[in-house]
């Protein structure tokens, strides 16, 4: 590749300082970064229309790792040659950046550090991560909403008027089963002298409301 035949000097001359920029945040978020959406860039977008404007940007791309598959580049492997790639590129933005005296902040968080500063530094997030998605679990094992509440006192209420309905229902059945057993076996019973079924009153005999000795 081009980049492997210059120097530094020759290939910040080759790139332009705003390709070498985007060049510098590509590399070093698919360096660092485990989200599948920082290993690949899609060639018909801005990013991608920029990287292509300059030859010796995609054969740094390339010799990181990079290939293009269809419209998209896409990084093959995240190895060795990706980091030494990106460390290299890094180093390179923030010299011109010196240079220049622009005093603009480097791209990345991760620039200009070393390896085994960008493990930690990656370590450190991943625990950050897990804290925070810890206490979002603890926030809701603490206890129902208001609205889970409001929700569950209302289906209390409905079970419990079920089971009242239930129970007037079996008590309903009841009064019918004994005053049909009076009907089938008592032979002074008649309509007249019965309660009124449809209020759920019970039937009454001739000798409930005589007694014994007026019977007939």
Known sequence: FFLKNCTMSSMSIQIPSDVLKLLNLVLSNAATKDDPKYHKVNLAGKAGQKLQSSAQAMSVLMEAGWATVGTELVI???GESLRAVSLRISKEYE???SSSGSGSAPVSSTAGLSLKQQARLKQE????EARMAAQKAKKRKSGPSLKQQARQMQEEEEKKE???KAKEKEV???KIESDKYVRENDPN?????????SQGQNQTTFRDKFGEDKGG
């Open 76 to 78: 093959g492997e995240r």
């Open 95 to 97: 010299s011109i950046n």
């Open 125 to 128: 997030q991943e625990e950050k």
């Open 162 to 164: 079920l089971m009242e």
């Open 172 to 174: 309903l059945k009841a």
């Open 189 to 197: 019973w008649s309509a007249s002298a019965a309660g009124d079924k």
